[in-house]
Each structure stands twice: as C-alpha cells, then as structure tokens.
C-alpha cells in the first residue's frame, strides 16, 4: 500500500497549483482521502478531505472557496485543486488514506496510511 503526493512547487501568490495523490498496491475507491499540510514549525492541520459512498468533501476553513478536492477513480487518483494561493498556504502537503472511515475527516490522527508529502512554496 503506498500513497505518492505530486504537484508542488513554487508559486507566486494568487497562483493555482493541483496536487495529486495517487495510490499504488490498493483501490482509493474504497478509502477516505485526507489532504493534510505542515508548515515549518506548526502542527500538521486538516486541509480537504472527500468521502468514499456519497463523494461528500469537507474543506478546513482557510482554504474554502480555493481549493477542490476530486477523485478520479480510474486513475487511481485524487486531487487536491489549489487557486488563489497565498504565502500562508506554503506548506509540504500530504495525502492520507483510510479504509474504516464512511464519512471522511480532518483529523490527522484518524488515518492509517500517507505519502511522503510535496512541498508547496508562495511567494509574495
């Protein structure tokens, strides 16, 4: 089971990056997909999550209304769309996985596997 986080980058503020989480070893259909991000000296925070039956989304309240989280299940894939990024946003990012949860969620601690992350710099 491996989860591998791509897309990031350097971006100026006001810039759009997709993120993308794909998975090897297992079907992310069947998982609830946490994206999660870690700023230099902070505490990883909840950033999107999507849900497995119904598809249903949930965005912390700093990134609504910018990022988009989706699947694409016959990539295997899920992707975290992010527009109007700001310097706030610069983070390495991370995806995560869990199979137990019907309804995702943005606590970290409630997931079972992760990728590496990928490094999301804004610049002002």
Do not use: H
Request: proline share 2%; aromatic share 10%.
């Amino acid at each position: 089971v491996q989860l591998q986080a791509s897309g990031g980058g350097l971006v100026q503020t006001g810039g759009s990056l997709r993120l993308s989480c794909a998975a090897s070893g297992f079907s992310l259909a069947y998982y609830a997909i946490g994206w999660f991000r870690q700023a230099p000296g902070k505490e990883r925070e909840g950033v999107s999550c999507i849900s497995v039956s119904d598809g249903r989304t949930n965005y912390a309240e700093s990134v609504k209304g910018r990022f988009t989280i989706t699947r694409a299940n016959a990539k295997n894939t899920v992707y975290l769309q992010m527009n109007s990024l700001k310097p706030e946003d610069t983070a390495v990012y991370y995806c995560a996985a869990e199979r137990r949860l019907r309804l995702c969620t943005l606590r970290r601690r409630e997931y079972d596997y992760w990728g590496q992350g990928t490094l999301v710099t804004v610049s002002s």
